[in-house]
């Protein structure tokens, strides 16, 4: 665990505040569920909680599925890093910090499509190696939980794969919901 010299009163209702700089660091935005664990050393610790997390070897059965079916590499993210991949090695994807482009085509809570003409999109923060060339944001009671991805593999990309995303995005928005 790692100090960063800040110290925060708790007020009389119980309440700290989570410095603005951490926020944004960790990616913590106001409404996200937090998981709290104490440690025998007195230690509180606060984590982000993700549904989707859940869900990591569900969604890696469904990308296996979609890869073997499209022939493309497919990943899905929950809202902060991939959780499930498939095409690829798993430690190529899994686990790697979305980019902030991909964060705001979630917040878009639309499908994105490349088209020829547009830049290419970073999947991940941590790596320049993999592009987006199908993004489809899982919605579960408006709330984003994650993207189904379509990762740039040199191939081309249509109304099927577009549907898949869709059906598969929708497909997991609904699980979560149950």
Do not use: N, W
């Not at 890696?60 to 498939?86: F, N, P």
């Not at 090695?89 to 980019?99: C, T």
């Not at 320049?128 to 919605?139: E, G, S, W």
């Amino acid at each position: 665990m790692k100090a960063t010299g800040i110290v925060r009163r708790i007020d009389d209702l119980g309440r700290v505040v989570i410095p603005k700089e951490i926020r944004k660091t960790m990616r913590i935005r106001e409404g996200d569920p937090l998981e709290i664990y104490t440690d025998k050393d007195g230690e509180v610790i606060f984590k982000k909680y993700s549904l989707m997390s859940g869900l990591s070897d569900f969604a890696a059965q469904l990308c296996e599925t979609l890869h073997k079916t499209t022939g493309h590499i497919v990943a899905v993210t929950d809202r902060d890093v991939v959780i499930a991949s498939a095409g690829i090695s798993k430690r190529e994807l899994s686990g790697r910090r979305v980019s902030v482009p991909l964060e705001q085509i979630m917040e878009k809570r639309q499908i994105y499509m490349r088209s020829p003409e547009d830049p290419l999109l970073l999947l991940s923060s941590d790596s320049d190696r993999f592009t987006l060339d199908l993004a489809a944001p899982i919605l579960s009671e408006g709330d984003v939980l994650g993207c189904v991805l379509f990762v740039t593999d040199g191939q081309a990309y249509g109304k099927t794969e577009y549907k898949l995303a869709q059906t598969i995005a929708g497909f997991l928005g609904k699980h979560m919901e149950s």
